[in-house]
Antibody
Framework: EVQLVESGGGLVQPGRSLKLSCAAS????????MAWVRQTPTKGLEWVASISAGGGYTYYRDSVKGRFTISRDNAKNTQYLQMDSLRSEDTATYYC??????????WGQGVMVTVSS | DIVLTQSPATLSVTPGESVSLSCRASQGISTSIHWYQQKSNESPRLLIK???QSISGIPSRFSGSGSGTDFTLSINRVESEDFSVYYCQQSYSLLTFGSGTKLEIK
C-alpha cells in the first residue's frame, strides 16, 4: 500500500524558515517523480514544486522560486521542501504527492503551515 | 499560465441521477487533463488521468472525455459517497488546477 506521510508543519513568523518532510513507503520511491501541492480556502489547490525520480530536475511555481527548495533522499525514501523567507500568503495545507507523469496519483494527509507574527 | 474554468460551481442532484461536470481550458491542452475527488477533511484522490484513462480502484461509474479545451467528468448514477468536490488539473504547461465543482445532495 502506497503511503505518504508529511511532517514538519507549524506556526512560523514571516521571513523565517521551515522544512517539510515526506516519508514514502509501499512503492519503489526512486522510480517516481514527487511533488508538493498546497491548498487554501481562498486560492484552492496550487502546485508548488516537483522533482524528478533521480532528483536531477526540479520545477517551481513562480511565486516560490528562489525561496523554496525541493529535494529528495532516495536512500531514505523521503522528499523535502525547504521553505525560506516565508510570507503570509504561503499559509496553507501542504500535501506531498507522487507525480509519475502529469498527474498526482497518491497524496499524503497534508500538513498545516501557518505564517504569522 | 493555463486557466481551468470548472462549471457549475455547485451542482445539486438526487442520488441515482447521472451528472456531467465541465472543465474548460484557456488554451488547447490536448488530453493533458486529470480529475480528482476531495471529500471533506480528506486529501484529493485521483479519479481519471489524461482525460479518459481509468484508475485502478475507482468505480466504473466515473468516466472522462474531451480533448483540446473542453473536458467532462461524468458520473453515472450518483451514489451517496460521491457527494464531494471535484477538481480538474492540467499538465500541458506547468501544472494548474481548476477551482472545483461541489456536488451536493438536492
Amino acid at each position: 500500500e502506497v503511503q505518504l506521510v508529511e511532517s514538519g508543519g507549524g506556526l512560523v513568523q514571516p521571513g523565517r524558515s521551515l522544512k517539510l518532510s515526506c516519508a514514502a513507503s509501499g512503492f519503489t520511491f526512486s522510480n517516481y517523480g514527487m511533488a508538493w501541492v498546497r491548498q487554501t480556502p481562498t486560492k484552492g489547490l496550487e502546485w508548488v514544486a516537483s522533482i524528478s525520480a533521480g532528483g536531477g530536475y526540479t520545477y517551481y511555481r513562480d511565486s516560490v522560486k528562489g525561496r523554496f527548495t525541493i529535494s529528495r533522499d532516495n536512500a531514505k525514501n523521503t522528499q523535502y521542501l525547504q521553505m525560506d523567507s516565508l510570507r503570509s500568503e504561503d499559509t496553507a495545507t501542504y500535501y506531498c504527492a507522487r507525480h509519475p507523469l502529469g498527474d498526482f496519483d497518491y497524496w499524503g494527509q497534508g500538513v498545516m503551515v501557518t505564517v504569522s507574527s | 499560465d493555463i486557466v481551468l474554468t470548472q462549471s457549475p460551481a455547485t451542482l445539486s442532484v438526487t442520488p441515482g441521477e447521472s451528472v456531467s461536470l465541465s472543465c474548460r481550458a484557456s488554451q488547447g491542452i490536448s488530453t493533458s487533463i486529470h480529475w480528482y475527488q476531495q471529500k471533506s477533511n480528506e486529501s484529493p484522490r485521483l479519479l481519471i488521468k489524461f482525460a479518459s484513462q481509468s484508475i485502478s480502484g475507482i468505480p466504473s461509474r466515473f468516466s472522462g472525455s474531451g480533448s483540446g479545451t473542453d473536458f467532462t467528468l461524468s458520473i453515472n448514477r450518483v451514489e451517496s459517497e460521491d457527494f464531494s468536490v471535484y477538481y480538474c488539473q492540467q499538465s500541458y504547461s506547468l501544472l494548474t488546477f481548476g477551482s472545483g465543482t461541489k456536488l451536493e445532495i438536492k
